[in-house]
């Protein structure tokens, strides 16, 4: 079929691989080092890792992990593992032992994909310190070699045995209602718990994400969000598969190799949290020379005005656009559009995307009107199926009307734009008022000489709980700690002023660019 045809759209990851074979065939699909594969040569590939995965005696709804750095062969490994009716559980690549045992348990994986050795850590050493892995049959390095792992080509050799035609019986017995990928929580309120989505809901919803950011075919998107969390997973591969963009996998964020790989690749799409893009400032980027960069979509934390337009006026980028979602809602449920002021999309994360719906409720659970805080509840589509092997957990968190208890704080303005206030775990009370840190952070990121900042709440034998605020200064600012209370109590209310500051390098995140606010109160609290 022409690139301009209008073929059915597909209801199913792997159909998507199909269909934009056939819709993008010549266009570049994949990047990585030496690898250059168009759509119908990546398609050819996937088939060929189901395959293998088939001769391998791996069975429709059987879960696969991979746990490996963005290259090339993480997305051929599930693409394959899509194309055999099999499940992709992603793995964290900062995982130790006992967390990647705990994931390997709870999804019961039959096999897993990894690599020998990323960023000085061993992972098949990692994987002898997880603990029993009953289901476990094979591990299979898609880099490098090490006895008792089998090789990645010697695994690709197994497809030779098996007929196509299985793999097409395969793909067409596959429905929209069945489980593509188990995406586990980010275990910071007890033991990560797997996420089980399905592949109608996620073609549908990153179709909706790819419209509403505008990613077109031939964007060369250079992909720096981990592909084991949805930003990286299905706001990047599967996003890039739907639309016909080019993916560029990156392993490790470093400045001067991004910038390089700008230039060198002309990359015009570049999502991520908003701490890559301080990053990118930071470390010197927007030099004033052109730049191909277009397209930015950022999320996942305190987002400043000031940020939007620096990113606009320096990085290059004409079109940046903001979210939300979380890990049970298919990583998707709300937007800003591209043609939202920076006050909207730095300040809200936007409105519900097509067949979504977000409610603001009290604690007894009632509809509070525009401006009041409450919990989100997010109804739709994007829900998952639920928590692997836990309906009580499940049960807990989806009520019997559907409604996904998110756990976050926020507001919906009259046009519907959510803004997040924070999560009720993080909220404190200071003297009997309740006081958000994500609000906070927000008021102090508009500090001249502030990059990054972090607020948890401490105990205070006075007050009951004050705030503590951990601030990473800019670049080349002369910041002085003992000036920041009397600047904030000039812009807020004296209980949400923090009273204490803390100067720091940086903030501990997890590789998603989240800030581990836990870690932060056990400092403030010197429980290291």
Not at 22 to 39: H, I, N
Request: aromatic letters at 6%; charged letters at 20%; proline letters at 5%.
């Amino acid at each position: 079929m022409s690139e301009g045809g209008t073929p059915a759209a597909p209801t199913t990851i792997a159909a998507a691989v199909v269909s934009a074979a056939a819709r993008f065939a010549r266009r570049e699909a994949l990047v990585d080092g030496d690898t250059r594969l168009d759509f119908a040569e990546l398609a050819t590939e996937a088939r060929r890792v189901a395959g293998a995965l088939v001769a391998s005696g791996i069975e429709p709804g059987e879960r696969i992990a991979i746990w490996a750095p963005n290259i090339a062969e993480w997305v051929l490994a599930a693409l394959g593992a899509y194309h055999c009716g099999a499940v992709v559980v992603t793995m964290n690549t900062r995982f130790k032992g006992g967390e990647a045992g705990h994931i390997l348990r709870t999804s019961g994986a039959r096999l897993a994909f990894t690599v020998a050795g990323f960023l000085d850590t061993n992972f098949l050493s990692l994987l002898a310190d997880a603990g029993p892995l009953p289901a476990l049959t094979e591990v299979v390095l898609l880099r490098g070699s090490a006895p008792g792992a089998t090789d990645w080509e010697e695994f690709l050799r197994r497809a030779e045995s098996v007929d196509d035609g299985v793999v097409s019986a395969r793909l067409a017995a596959l429905g929209a209602d069945d489980v593509s990928d188990i995406l586990f929580t980010s275990g910071t309120t007890g033991p990560p718990k797997g996420a089980m989505l399905t592949h109608g809901a996620s073609v549908r919803a990153y179709r909706s994400w790819a419209d509403v950011v505008g990613l077109t075919a031939g964007d060369r998107y250079l992909i720096v969000n981990p592909f084991f969390h949805a930003f990286g997973l299905k706001a990047g591969i599967l996003a890039c598969l739907l639309k016909g963009a080019t993916m560029l996998p990156q392993a490790v964020f470093d400045v001067p190799a991004v910038l390089r790989r700008v230039r060198e690749e002309r990359i015009s799409a570049l999502p991520g949290p908003p701490a890559i893009y301080q990053t990118m400032l930071e470390g010197g980027a927007g030099s004033g020379e052109p730049s191909t960069l277009r397209l930015a979509v950022t999320g996942g934390a305190v987002v400043p005005v000031e940020l939007i337009r620096r990113m606009r006026t320096e990085l290059g980028f004409t079109s940046v656009v903001t979210g939300y979602g979380l890990t049970e809602s298919t990583g998707i449920a709300t937007m800003c559009r591209s043609t939202d002021d920076p006050e909207t999309i730095a300040t809200t994360a936007g409105r519900p995307i097509d067949g979504v719906e977000v409610r603001i409720v009290d604690a007894d659970g009632a509809s509070l009107p525009a401006g009041a805080p409450g919990e989100v509840l997010i109804r739709g589509y994007v829900v998952m199926a639920g928590y692997i092997g836990d309906p009580a957990a499940t049960a807990e968190v989806v009520d019997e009307e559907g409604w996904l208890h998110t756990g976050d704080v926020g507001t919906l303005d009259g046009a519907g734009n959510l803004a997040l206030t924070d999560r009720l775990k993080d909220m404190f009370i200071v003297g009997g008022f309740n006081a958000y840190p994500a609000e906070i952070e927000s008021i102090l990121s508009g500090h001249p000489g502030i990059a990054a900042v972090a607020v948890v709440g401490v105990p205070d034998e006075r007050l009951g709980e004050v705030g503590a605020a951990y601030v990473v200064a800019r670049r080349g600012a002369d910041l002085d700690a003992g000036s920041l209370a009397p600047w904030c109590r000039q812009r807020m209310a004296n209980y949400k002023v923090p009273r204490h500051f803390h100067l720091v390098e940086d903030l501990p995140r997890n590789a998603s660019g989240k800030v581990l606010k836990f870690e932060l109160r056990k400092t403030a609290l010197g429980t290291d």
